[in-house]
């Protein structure tokens, strides 16, 4: 795992929270509201950024947030603040979180695994922190299956991580797989380049 990346696209982070914070189109809204749609017991969103998913939990869940970029939870504390949400927000980082294994019945990312320096680590922590009957749900943008589109998207990358950390060209469904996560659902949201997935751990 390489600590000088890591620290490199946190600091990335920290100066695009307060434009990340302005940043949610409709369907976003109603991508976010389906994904988070029927959790219910212990649930951990990963790379929670300022928040944007808090509307769309249930009030009935419990529920633990994590972020490598403090900037990024301060948005998230404001938001859960004004919105009388309940959740425990934590500085962590997605690579190597604080948790004993099989502690909750979801884990959540949106948008998360084009930035997490090691994508596979990230998702085997996942696995690792979800109880064996439990599920993770996942909203990602990656690599297009066109092969035009994937070539320019691969052009594009150096330019978008530099500004904010974000790699585009990623083929989160083979990281998935790799990560030896079971794809149980996947949704193609727009085109091939967003789409949701539910995953678990089981063998």
């Not at 951990?44 to 300022?50: A, F, H, Y």
């Not at 990358?157 to 990281?175: F, K, L």
Request: proline letters at 4%; hydrophobic letters at 40%; aromatic letters at 6%.
């Amino acid at each position: 795992m390489d600590k000088i990346q890591t620290e490199k696209i946190k600091k990335r982070y920290n100066r695009v929270a307060p434009l990340f914070h302005k940043m949610d189109n409709k369907m976003m809204k109603e991508w976010r509201s389906s994904l988070l749609s029927g959790l219910s017991g212990n649930v951990l969103e990963v790379g929670i950024g300022t928040g944007a998913n808090l509307p769309y939990y249930s009030s009935s869940v419990s529920l633990t947030g994590i972020d490598f970029s403090p900037n990024m939870l301060h948005y998230a504390r404001q938001r859960a603040a004004e919105q009388g949400i309940k959740i425990n927000l934590m500085e962590m980082d997605a690579q190597h979180m604080d948790f004993a294994d099989h502690t909750f019945d979801y884990v959540v990312a949106t948008c998360v695994y084009c930035s997490v320096p090691d994508p596979l680590q990230g998702m085997k922590e996942m696995a690792r922190v979800v109880k064996p009957d439990g599920e993770i749900r996942l909203l990602e943008h990656m690599r297009s299956d066109n092969p035009v589109v994937g070539k320019i998207m691969d052009l594009l990358n150096p330019i978008t991580v530099r500004i904010s950390g974000a790699n585009i060209n990623r083929r989160t469904i083979e990281n998935v797989k790799k990560a030896g996560l079971v794809i149980e659902q996947n949704e193609p949201l727009f085109s091939t380049i967003v789409r949701s997935l539910i995953l678990n751990a089981k063998v």
